[in-house]
């Protein structure tokens, strides 16, 4: 069983940076995929970025390309998302996900998943 527990949202101008964790209870073995997804008012929860935790291959939706990047801690079990150049868009409840051996991304490939945390871009 895997718990994860996300942090870091809040108000920012756009143009500014946040930077998202995922604390992962349980333990994360290797051949785990974990995610960021996001899901704005009105909208379905959209992929925005995936890695690997052994060997820590990555993936980025084509929206965050170039300005954020997903990384890992595997001696503090955590996840992070630093996002820069944020604009209005990205606000979204960001979401942290994972799965055993897959993960693409689509949602419902994933079986774990955080209670979300705020991302609030103004202009």
């Known amino acids: 069983q895997v718990q994860l527990v996300e942090s870091g949202g809040g108000l920012v101008q756009a143009g500014g940076s946040l930077r998202l964790s995922c604390a992962a209870s349980g333990r994360i073995f290797s051949n785990y995929v974990l995610a960021w997804f996001r899901q704005a008012p009105g909208k379905e929860r959209e992929f925005v970025a995936r890695?690997?935790?052994?060997?820590?291959?990555?993936y980025y939706a084509d929206s965050v390309k170039g300005r954020f990047t997903i990384s890992r801690d595997n001696g503090k079990n955590t996840m992070y998302l630093q996002m820069n150049s944020l604009k209005p868009e990205d606000t979204a409840v960001y979401y942290c996900?994972?799965?055993?051996?897959?993960?693409?991304?689509?949602?419902?490939?994933?079986?774990?998943w955080g209670q979300g945390t705020q991302v609030t871009v103004s202009s």
């Open positions: 996900a994972a799965n055993y051996l897959s993960g693409g991304s689509n949602w419902p490939g994933y079986n774990y």
């Open positions: 890695i690997r935790w052994t060997g820590g291959n990555t």
